[in-house]
């Protein structure tokens, strides 16, 4: 006990000057919400959803309903995203963060669901003149294989706004598998 507390001496010595002399000049400043964060806010809100889902090739696509709340955290830094629905019969429920990375000059975002086994990461750009955000998404399916997914989200006018999806075909070319079209609760 006493050889690993003379041991554990050192490396907190260590740890403490090295913060010591990192904040020495004061804490580095917070992040604020830059131009990039308030495009964030366009999505804010409850939108009703209309979700069009496509199993195969050349089938019909099934159509449910949900409900999309998003709201701002983290000081105005992120999205956060709740989305409820029925799929294929059950209750659906996905939770998912989307931000702005500087470095990156990219949005970059994490989504999780009741529909697959773990967590997908997403990464994509915003065109102004399209007013659309287009971005791939990566992460397990419904039977934990990873798969990637690209996207584009439009926004049509301020109430309104459309997602389509699409994953690679069983012929290796891209086939949209999703759209859903929200329209802003009043």
Known sequence: MA???????????????TASSAFGQGAPPLPTPGP???????DEGT?????????????????????????IGCGGLCLVTDFTSEMMGSPFHGHGVTAFDPAKKKYVGSWTDSMSTGLAV????????????????????????????????????????????????????????MKISYTRRK
């Open 3 to 17: 050889l690993a507390r003379l041991l554990a001496f050192p490396c907190a010595l260590a740890v403490a000057i």
């Open 36 to 42: 990039e964060h308030r495009l964030l806010r366009m």
């Open 47 to 71: 939108w009703d959803a209309v979700v069009e889902t496509t199993m195969a090739p050349g089938t019909p696509p099934v159509t449910s309903k949900g409900v999309e709340v998003n709201t």
């Open 122 to 177: 997403s990464e994509g750009t915003y065109d102004a003149a399209a007013k659309a955000f287009t971005g791939w998404m990566e992460g397990p399916d419904m039977t934990g294989k990873v798969t990637r997914s690209t996207s584009v989200n439009k926004h049509v006018d301020a109430d309104h706004r459309v997602m389509t999806m699409a994953v690679a075909g069983p012929d290796g070319k891209e086939m949209q598998v």
